[in-house]
């Protein structure tokens, strides 16, 4: 008669084992996997976020780098920078507010495109080391980056934009002893804001910043 040889159950017990190490490494490689595509999307993720946040920041921006008292009524002169990152701005597209507030609470505000005057004094804006337009309709139309321009402006509020009090020009903020606030706010870039003081009075040529 033969005899057939049966293993033993120390054989059976190592072939088991074998077989649940295989599938916790194929757990293992799964998760391993899963991990690092996630760890990678999160990453690609960042990084999309942080560019976005970079060209929204820096992709225009302008800094009011001189203010002085320019005539003996109520205008002022300014002079404004470009960053050099970003793109050509249309004059039109750069809105300014001027605001004050006297003594008594009593709060002024003018706003409108650079360049328009809304029926006050004539606003000129132009490239420094060029000459002042004589007519507004000469006003520089685009500004480039990291270019720097003069541009005027004078007192007022918005219902009266050439009031004879000529509110937040520097002989309103002589008188009421004020500052006023000057805001520039363009496309696709953060505004600007300037504290504008007299310091020297209403003097012709003075420094307002």
Excluded at 42 to 57: F, G, L, P, Y
Excluded at 73 to 92: C, K, N, P, S, W
Excluded at 100 to 111: A, I, L, M, N, Q
Aim: with cysteine.
């Amino acid at each position: 008669m033969r005899r057939l040889k049966i293993n033993s159950d120390t054989n059976c017990t190592i072939g088991i084992g074998a077989l649940v190490v295989f599938i916790g490494m194929i757990l293992l490689s799964a998760i391993i996997s899963f991990t690092i595509i996630k760890v990678t999307e999160e990453i690609s993720q960042n990084t999309e976020n942080t560019a976005e946040d970079v060209r929204r920041d820096f992709a225009n921006s302008v800094l009011i780098t001189g203010a002085w008292v320019y005539d003996n009524q109520d205008d002022m002169l300014f002079m404004m920078e470009f960053g050099a990152t970003g793109e050509e701005i249309e004059r039109e597209d750069v809105i300014y507010v001027l605001t004050c507030t006297e003594p008594d609470g009593t709060f002024h505000y003018r706003s409108a495109e650079l360049g328009d005057s809304k029926g006050g004094s004539p606003i000129f804006v132009w490239k420094v080391g060029e000459d002042r337009p004589t007519n507004p309709n000469n006003n520089v139309n685009n500004f480039e980056p990291g270019a720097r321009y003069f541009f005027t402006l004078d007192g007022g509020t918005q219902a009266s934009p050439g009031g004879a009090a000529g509110e937040c020009g520097p002989p309103h903020m002589d008188t009421h002893g004020i500052s006023a606030n000057l805001w520039l706010h363009i496309p696709n870039g953060p505004s600007t804001h300037q504290v504008l003081s007299l310091s020297n009075g209403r003097e012709i040529g003075s420094q307002i910043i």
